[in-house]
């Protein structure tokens, strides 16, 4: 095998910028797509250069052309689709969080274990030279010591029957947004002494249970603070990492690469600098990371031990605001 045979669940807007422009990019093939209407489906298809429209997404994760299911349906289905694909022998790329909460996300932990399938969470921002860069300022010692975190993911508001604003269907600013500043703060653990905690969390209800804004504290074992800031109600887009060290600060002004901003201030005592670190998409590098383990049996760089973690860093800033977990 030398090309990826992508199937899409769904017909959702995160999956031209996701898995469609990234296959095209990369040479894989899309060759199904399902959706719970099939006119869309194949409006999706027609649009996106899908090979053929599947009338369910059972029929898809059965369908012996596809090599890989991307997920990227509303969260509660995440976990039970992952499963089903699971059972089916196929690799997935899936779209976070990795399930509702950490029990779900163990259970599809130890299915993949037991099928030694290959499941990835799509935590794109990591694959990104942005992100690389960041790490290695602290790596190296340019901005010394770790001392504070602040991540900033703040969107306007999704229309009123957006699945992010139903507690059935696992919504709430912290599953479409915190889950990504949570694993930003995990990720720095080996800079820190270990793990961060969650040690406060303030939301604000969209309706009962749904949070629309989520504001969560962190701290590290060293010592070091971290914020994770996430509103689904705001006038703009803002997506941003700052890093603060004893030396100094780095600042990536969109380390999502959500807008195309690829800038990374570094500020020292020696003065102040800018960084352009590139602008290819950080979904293709995901996809690419992916297709090179598929391949190449290079290693995933974050697991399914990973993707449980994170839910339980999600469920306990839930707790912490006095919400219930998903």
Known sequence: MTELRIGVLGASRIAELAIVEPARALGHRLVAVAARDRGRAATFAQTHGVERVVDSYAELIADPEVDVVYNPLANAFHAEWNLKAIEAGKAVLTEKPFARNAAEADTVRRAARERGAPIMEGFHYLFHPIIGRMFDLLGDGTLGELQRVEVIMRMPEPKPDDPRWSLELAGGAVMDLGCYGLHVHRQLSRFADGAPSVVAARAVERTTGVDESMDIDLVFRNG????????????????????????????????????????????TDAGTTTLHVGTRSTYTYQLEVFADHLLCGTPFPIDTDDAVTNMRFVDAAYIAAGLPPR
């Open 224 to 267: 070091a603070t971290g914020s994770s800031i996430n509103s689904m109600n705001w006038d703009r887009f803002e997506m941003t990492l700052r890093l603060v060290g004893d030396r100094g600060q780095a600042l990536a002004h969109d380390y999502m690469l959500q807008y195309g901003d690829d800038r990374i201030t570094v500020s």
